[in-house]
């Protein structure tokens, strides 16, 4: 059994929509459990650098801008197979291909073209995961169970 831990991001526009308890509920749903959870307001700068891979990519400055829009909550999950199955939950980055009954499935339906607003993020790798806890957490902030 593999106990892994993994980054969850409920954006800025989960917490407009008022859904970051269902999201919550969702990731509890599959046997994922929060370990560390914080409200952050991202500054430009550090979204610059959590978003970083996707520097250059056509769509940073937006990501950017709606990232650092308003609050997000930050969220390490632990459990079996962590990472995969945060990403099977959240379902597509699109949600427009997300399947009814994934997180982005049922709560980003309405983006349109507007990919940046899909509710979650989660990390998409072991390397990520550590990398990107550790930009928002301390080990002494995170409560394994
Ligand atoms: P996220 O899992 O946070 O990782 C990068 C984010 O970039 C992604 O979810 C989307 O919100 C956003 N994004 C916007 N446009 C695209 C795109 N064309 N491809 C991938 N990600 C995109």
Redesign the pocket.
């Known amino acids: 059994m593999v106990i892994e831990r993994t980054l969850s991001m409920a954006k800025p526009d989960a917490v407009e929509k008022n859904c970051i308890g269902a999201v919550v509920a969702r990731l509890e749903q599959v046997g994922l459990k929060v370990v560390a959870a914080k409200m952050v307001l991202l500054t430009r700068s550090e979204a610059e650098r959590f978003?970083a891979v996707?520097k250059g990519k056509h769509?940073f400055e937006?990501?950017v801008t709606f990232i650092t829009s308003g609050p997000l909550l930050a969220m390490v999950l632990e459990g079996e197979n962590a990472i995969l199955k945060n990403r099977e939950v959240m379902g597509a980055?699109d949600p427009r291909k997300a399947l009814p009954g994934t997180i982005r499935g049922d709560f980003a339906k309405d983006i349109g073209d507007r990919?940046?607003r899909?509710v979650v993020?989660?990390s998409d790798a072991p390397e990520t995961a550590k990398n990107e806890i550790g930009f928002f957490f301390g080990e002494m902030e995170i409560f394994s169970r």
């Open positions: 978003y996707h769509f937006t990501l980055t990919m940046e899909n993020h989660g």
